[in-house]
């Protein structure tokens, strides 16, 4: 019994060795409803929040370097960075989209890859 209560709170909670590029996709996902900081990204967003907080701030940094995310300081609270969808980001997220929407390459979430992202479109 114990087993299965320490591995539903991992499923909860999320895992931490996921891919980078599945924590991206992940973020992505989860800024298209709007800015976030990290603390939020990390607890909120759906299966990465067993991600360590030096991990994701590389990831997150990686991505503005990429131009996927934009990052800014909050308006509101001080000492607080945002990051929202840049264009770019946008339009990667807009063609995932699309594949999910049209039921276009339905086969490409068979892969490993996308584990637990289609769901989530």
């Not at 800015?35 to 990204?41: F, G, L, M, R, V």
């Not at 490993?112 to 989530?120: H, L, N, R, V």
């Amino acid at each position: 019994m114990v087993k299965n209560s320490t591995s539903r709170l991992k499923k909860e909670r999320g895992r931490k060795n996921l891919s980078k590029d599945i924590v991206r996709m992940k973020i992505m996902i989860f800024l298209k409803s709007g800015s976030s900081n990290q603390n939020k990204i990390s607890h909120e967003a759906k299966g990465i929040s067993g991600q360590p907080w030096n991990t994701m701030k590389n990831i997150l940094d990686e991505m503005c370097e990429w131009n996927w995310i934009n990052k800014k300081q909050s308006e509101d609270v001080a000492n607080v960075t945002m990051y929202s969808l840049s264009d770019v980001g946008q339009k990667v997220v807009d063609v995932i989209d699309e594949f999910e929407v049209e039921g276009k390459f339905e086969e490409f979430f068979k892969l490993d890859f996308f584990q637990g992202i289609k769901s989530e479109f």
